[in-house]
């Protein structure tokens, strides 16, 4: 990304502080994984994992936006 610290920054406002909300969505086959889910922020689709018991969200794919 352009700038990775407007990223991180924007990540921080959003899923950081709700990351079951900001217009995610649970991805999954069914029945759908409520802690597998997808958003977009910051000009980017991400795709990230919900651990509740160590309150950690994983990133596991990120599609920049050309």
């Known amino acids: 990304m ?3 610290d407007a990223f991180r920054a924007a990540m921080a406002r ?3 502080r ?3 909300g900001h217009g995610s969505t649970a991805v999954s086959a069914e029945p759908a ?3 597998r889910r ?3 922020v910051g000009g980017a689709i991400v795709l990230y994992y ?11 794919r ?3 936006f050309n």
């Open 14 to 16: 959003t899923l950081g």
């Open 38 to 40: 997808e958003a977009t």
């Open 2 to 4: 352009a700038d990775a």
């Open 18 to 20: 709700d990351p079951y």
């Open 33 to 35: 994984e409520p802690d």
């Open 62 to 64: 990120l599609v920049p």
């Open 50 to 60: 919900v651990s509740g018991s160590v309150l950690t969200v994983t990133v596991v």
